[in-house]
C-alpha cells in the first residue's frame, strides 16, 4: 500500500511538474499555483475545507453586524468560492482566501456567534 501510494505521488508530481515547464517559460508563479490545484484536485494537498461544505460569514454593513451562511462551491489553491443560494450556484458568489479562516470566515455557527459578540463588545 505505501509502495502503491509513494508511486501514485511520484507521477502526480512528475505530471505537474510536466505542466510547469510548458508555462514556466511565460508565467512561474501561474505555473505553481496549476501546479497546486492539480495536487489539490488529486487529494494530494487537502484544503481546509471541500465543495459542499457551508461556512460562516461574520459581515458588517450600514444596518449592522450580521451572519451569513454560504455554501463553498469550488476550492483552490490561496482560498475558496462560495454561493449564498440554495441550491448553490457557481457564477453567483464570492471567493474567500484560507487566511480568513478564523477573522471573518467560521465552519461553525456557534464560532461565527462567539466573534460577532466580541465585535459587538458583548462578553456575557
Avoid at 505542466?19 to 508563479?29: A, L, S, V, W
Avoid at 461556512?55 to 453586524?65: A, L, R
Wanted: aromatic fraction near 10%.
Amino acid at each position: 500500500m505505501v509502495n502503491e501510494t509513494r508511486d501514485r505521488l511520484a507521477d502526480l508530481l512528475k505530471k505537474a511538474d510536466e505542466n510547469c515547464e510548458r508555462k514556466c517559460i511565460t508565467d512561474y508563479e501561474d505555473a505553481i499555483l496549476d501546479n497546486a490545484d492539480y495536487l489539490i484536485e488529486n487529494g494530494v494537498l487537502c484544503p481546509p475545507c471541500k465543495v459542499g461544505d457551508t461556512v460562516y460569514f461574520v459581515c458588517e454593513d450600514d444596518e449592522g453586524d450580521f451572519i451569513s451562511k454560504n455554501k463553498v462551491t469550488d476550492v483552490c489553491t490561496q482560498g475558496f468560492f462560495v454561493s449564498c443560494y440554495d441550491p448553490p450556484q457557481d457564477d453567483m458568489g464570492g471567493f474567500e482566501y484560507y487566511k480568513e479562516i478564523g477573522k471573518t470566515v467560521f465552519f461553525t455557527k456557534e464560532q461565527a456567534e462567539q466573534k460577532l459578540k466580541e465585535m459587538r463588545g458583548d462578553e456575557s
